[in-house]
């Protein structure tokens, strides 16, 4: 009886350790999206112009593309969730962070995007202007 009781007694308390650390990574996932621009620093767009943001944007936007695909391919594996947490997440959070940032830059100098059809303006190569050497006064070429 008193093994009995102490097997269920130890079943139960990893059952609660279990539990508890799925509340918190479930606490950490939730409270990510208002962390988040705590990881990135303020100050960095300030002075991008528009051209800059929307390399800036294009690249945070892959970036967070590759790092939300990493943790659900992590996902998959035995043990997956807390492997992603522990590899993924705090870049996760950092570059969404940024992109945050550069989103809010963004709109604060009223940018806007480039068309995909748009090709930069091409200019035809002038050919460089070369001058003749001055001459000395009294010299003469033989």
Known sequence: MAASLSAS?????????????????AGCAGI???V????ADPARYEL??????????????A?????????DKAQTGAGGAVV???????DYVAVRGQAQLAEDAW????????????KPAATTP?????????????STAR
């Open 84 to 90: 992603s947490e522990l590899a993924y997440r705090n």
């Open 9 to 25: 007694l130890r079943f139960c308390g990893a059952l609660l350790v279990l539990l508890a650390g799925g509340a918190v990574l």
């Open 32 to 34: 990510s999206e208002t």
């Open 107 to 118: 709109r604060r100098n009223r940018c806007r995007e480039t068309p995909p059809d748009a």
């Open 48 to 61: 991008y112009d528009c051209k800059q943001l929307e390399t800036e944007r294009k690249g945070l936007a």
């Open 63 to 71: 970036r967070t593309a590759d790092l939300q695909r990493l943790m």
């Open 126 to 138: 002038q050919p460089p202007v070369i001058k003749p050497a001055p001459t000395r006064s009294g």
């Open 36 to 39: 988040a621009p705590a990881f």
